[in-house]
């Protein structure tokens, strides 16, 4: 069994969830196969290091400043700027999950959450994808609007 474990770099709590999840993982199913990958660091190296280093200057030097680009997140121009962004690089990710041939997936980001999302809207993705769920409560950014929301989003 393969499992892919998908990550961003922004903050370390998505990083943290993706290797006590491979831990437990390893643990429990010694034989499985897991790859963990930063999935916006595979998309695009140049758009995530210069993302990812406006993070962490916001969050350290501007914390309020972040705060207000977090809540503005969640809806509104900066969720539909992402979200278009993240249905241009879908076809990359899954490019990528077609190479790898994971019997399933792990998301802590919400960026491949809602790019697999898309892909099993498409029909490209047929396999479960599970998130793990690393923001304080869900926003915009988790979420994909497609009949296969419970779905993506693991939700009962």
């Known amino acids: 069994m393969k499992v892919l474990i998908f990550y ?4 370390g709590g ?3 969830a993706a290797k006590a999840m491979k831990e437990v993982i390893q643990k429990k199913y010694p ?8 999935c916006m660091e595979y998309l695009n190296k140049p758009i995530n290091f210069i993302t990812v280093k406006l ?7 501007m914390p309020k400043m972040w705060g207000w ?8 121009f900066i969720a539909g700027f992402s979200n278009g962004v993240n249905r241009m690089l879908t076809n990359k990710l899954g490019k990528l999950i077609e190479k790898i041939n994971p019997s ?7 960026f491949s959450t809602q790019m697999c999302g898309i892909l099993k809207k498409k029909g490209k993705l047929k396999i479960d994808v599970m998130t793990i769920m690393t923001d304080f409560k869900y926003h915009e ?16």
């Open 14 to 16: 998505h990083l943290s």
């Open 55 to 61: 993070y962490e200057e916001f969050a350290k030097k």
């Open 31 to 38: 034989s499985y196969e897991i790859e963990v990958i930063d």
């Open 141 to 156: 950014q988790w979420l994909v609007r497609t009949s296969v929301l419970r779905e993506v989003l693991c939700v009962k």
């Open 8 to 11: 961003a770099s922004y903050g």
């Open 104 to 110: 399933i997936i792990i998301s802590a980001h919400p």
């Open 69 to 76: 680009v977090y809540r503005k997140s969640r809806k509104g």
